[in-house]
């Protein structure tokens, strides 16, 4: 197995920018990652969580980076989604190469435990919540998610107050004490939540049922077409880093995406002729969900 040797051009300290708040499943999953791919460069990479602005913040950084390989951004759905929601500083297509992506987890429409809502099965039963809250109040800390819940709230036709929070933590334990009906979040964020019966999981977004959730129907079994929104996670860095840094890079971390390990989203690797287009698909298919949601 080949590894990155320094060598006297690269003599900087790595750096990978997460736009979101620590603590989160991503903070982690990347910190975990980060640290076996550092292994395999030589070299420690160190986490500056770069938060604000609905991850612009942190994106804009990378995007002005210099392009020598040192800069990483961690991707994820939102990362991509904010734009199509709001005008922001930088383009995906023009201002980053996709090293790699290294997993993805469909959301799961989660609900407090204690809420009259006990049950999670037919298409009626979802409507049974709707009838019981027709005022929700909805949160949750990713400024993707509210595109998501729009459209459930517009075709539930109920109404909706948005509720943003600043991180995972928060958003939690505004679901668990009740001041938010329900949201939707990355399943990986809710399982060991809903197996410790803190919360109770509705559906969830996947194509098709998740072997570990084999009782939770899906969206569409619900009856939400095209209702599929999924997270994924990848690593970018800035257009005009050398394509043998950008090969080293996606070298290191799918080594380290290859390794067994139970933090974060599922591990999918898909390399650079995938990851690419990966951004353009998630914004065509989140500009969907925001239209239908501002309906």
Known sequence: MLRWRPTPILQDQFKLVIPFAAGGVGDIFGRLLSEQAGRELGQTIVIDNRTGANSVIGTSAVARAKPDGYTILQMATANVIVTALQEVPFDFHKDFIA????????????VPNQTEHQDHGRTERLWAFQSQRPDLCVGWCRFAWPSVRARLVHELNVKGTHVPYRGNSAGVESLLGGQTDFSFASVIDELELAKAGKLR???VTS???MPNLPDVPTMSELGFRDFTPSIWYGYDVPTGTPQAIVDRLAMAFAKAASQPGSSGPPRRIRHHD??????????????????????
């Open 99 to 110: 090293v790699i992506g290294v997993g993805d987890s469909p959301l799961g429409l989660a």
């Open 274 to 295: 995938q990851a690419q287009p990966l951004a353009r698909n998630s914004h065509s298919s989140w500009s969907m969900n925001t239209s239908a949601g501002r309906r």
């Open 201 to 203: 999981i509705l559906a």
């Open 207 to 209: 194509v098709l049922r």
